[in-house]
């Protein structure tokens, strides 16, 4: 394959890869997009791999075998609430083979040895090390391995910006000429100092802030991949890297600007608060119990609180709200055999998505569309928030910090001013949560204390939503 080809092959790629992005940004043809955009990245690898000599087609069929059974396991293994924290895995491995390409470079192969050369390889082996050893944290706060609250350790500032300066001196060092240590001493110190930086980096990030975490290291995985593109002079790596950096940067912001937060504010772990000792204790005057059946009884007893099943069976129009609490439990396919028979008794139903419901961008949304609910049902913040006050009843399922009033006027709290659902506004608010506990902003939520028109079901939602479809069908 002569030069002339493979650049215009590389332009076609490129513009296949984007326009894959583009087609993302529509909801109706998102999988069309990602299809377009995989197989020009597997087109792509294919024939550098085979422009540059660097396989033989034996050995490229052995690890196309390899590659796609492990792909193929991980797809049947994985569920999809592991999503987020299997992106995480997948991004850290980006991560891990720019800082291979990078240390490889720094040792001379397939680079020069000029300063140009030393400087982009070293550069790439830290951003790539560093988004491993930080998407490994992520991926183990996710899975609950690790602490999904900030971990802050005495100095932890300190620390992170003296591993930041020896990173710099390191590649100063190495770009220096004649200095009587190795290119493998080099790489190995710096791949050790870029790894300790990347745990430090994100270990201080709470699990709320995980979907702007993920945002951000894909886009060092670009970052790190288009670096490394420019140490080995490849062309298409530069290109296609610097789209996964540039849009993973945009995604970064638009989810930074949807919470009304600090980028650095995230990253220095300011916004979690230590939740209360005694957040176990339900509120004494909220009128609700722990369990669906006992709460109708209940509320035929109250002279100023109508029964749930006389709300919902005056509802017309209903919309649901889906937070993190529903893929724990599970509850997407019952939140969607609910609003089936809503429609059926000839209800109107929307779904409010917060654009940082789940734990990674667009988590909600893939969930309900495993669940089959309609794309045109899906409404983003902006768009339905207006629709709260005129709406008969407000389903809420596993969602706490994007519904909570308290980031209106809870100044000094970590949600202050952060944009919310305004479930608050509407006069029937239904709330199946796991308990009364605050979020992971460790903010308590007013809601949990109204005493009028909010109607509390607390439990695994996997069980009062199919006790309350019971109750619902009779």
């Given at each position: 394959m002569s030069d002339m080809i493979y650049y215009i092959a590389c332009g076609l790629f490129s513009a296949g890869v984007l326009a894959g992005i583009h087609l993302m940004s529509k909801v109706n043809k998102a999988a069309l997009g990602n299809r377009i955009s995989v197989v020009c990245i597997f087109l792509a690898i294919m024939v550098t791999l085979v422009h540059q000599e660097i396989f033989s087609l034996w050995a490229l069929y052995v690890s196309l075998a390899v590659g796609s059974a492990v792909g193929l396991f991980l797809s049947r293994k994985v569920k999809m609430i592991q999503m987020p924290q299997m992106v995480a895995l997948l991004n850290g491995t980006g991560g891990l083979a720019s800082g291979i390409v990078g240390a490889l470079a720094m040792l001379g192969i397939g680079a020069g040895t000029d300063v140009f050369s030393k400087l982009t390889a070293s550069i790439a082996l830290f951003i790539g090390m560093m988004t491993f050893t930080g998407s490994l944290v992520a991926a183990g706060k996710l899975h609950k391995i690790l602490s999904q609250k900030p971990v802050i350790y005495k100095g932890h500032q300190l620390m992170t910006m003296s591993l930041l300066f020896v990173a710099f001196v390191v590649i100063i060092c190495f770009c220096f000429p004649n200095l009587p240590l190795s290119a493998l001493?080099?790489?190995?110190?710096?791949?050790?100092?870029?790894?300790?930086?990347?745990?430090?980096f994100s270990v201080r990030i709470g699990g709320a802030d995980m979907p702007i975490t993920i945002s951000l290291l894909i886009s060092l995985c670009g970052v790190a991949g288009g670096i490394a593109g420019l140490a080995i002079l490849n062309l298409l790596l530069v290109a296609i890297s610097g789209i996964v950096g540039a849009s993973g940067l945009l995604l970064t912001q638009i989810m930074c600007r949807s919470m009304n937060r600090s980028l650095l504010d995230i990253l220095l772990g300011k916004t979690t608060t230590a939740t209360p000792e005694t957040?176990?204790?339900?509120?004494?005057?909220?009128?609700?119990?722990?369990?669906?059946?006992?709460?109708?009884?209940?509320?035929?007893?109250?002279?100023n609180k109508e029964a749930p099943t006389e709300v919902i069976e005056k509802a017309q129009n209903i919309i649901i709200v889906p937070g993190y609490g529903m893929a724990i439990a599970q509850a997407q396919h019952l939140v969607k055999e609910l609003a089936d028979l809503l429609v059926q008794q000839g209800k109107k139903i929307k779904y409010a998505v917060h654009p940082v419901?789940?734990?990674?961008?667009?988590?909600?949304?893939?969930?309900?569309?495993?669940?089959?609910?309609?794309?045109?049902?899906?409404?983003e913040m902006d768009a339905i928030n207006s629709e709260f006050e005129n709406a008969d009843a407000v389903i809420v399922v596993g969602a706490n910090d994007v519904i909570n009033p308290a980031a209106r006027d809870a100044e000094g709290t970590p949600i202050y001013q952060m944009p919310i659902l305004d479930v608050d506004k509407c006069p029937?608010?239904?709330?199946?949560?796991?308990?009364?506990?605050?979020?992971?902003?460790?903010?308590?939520?007013p809601l949990y204390t109204c005493k009028h028109g909010v109607y509390l079901y607390l439990g695994d939602a996997s069980e009062t939503l199919k006790e309350f479809i019971y109750i619902i069908r009779k």
């Open positions: 001493f080099w790489a190995i110190l710096l791949a050790v100092i870029s790894g300790l930086f990347g745990y430090a957040s176990d204790a339900e509120p004494t005057d909220v009128g609700t119990t722990l369990s669906v059946t006992q709460l109708a009884d209940n509320q035929q007893k109250e002279t419901a789940g734990r990674m961008p667009g988590h909600m949304n893939i969930l309900l569309c495993e669940a089959d609910v309609d794309y045109e049902d899906l409404y029937n608010i239904f709330i199946f949560n796991y308990d009364l506990k605050p979020g992971y902003a460790g903010v308590g939520n």
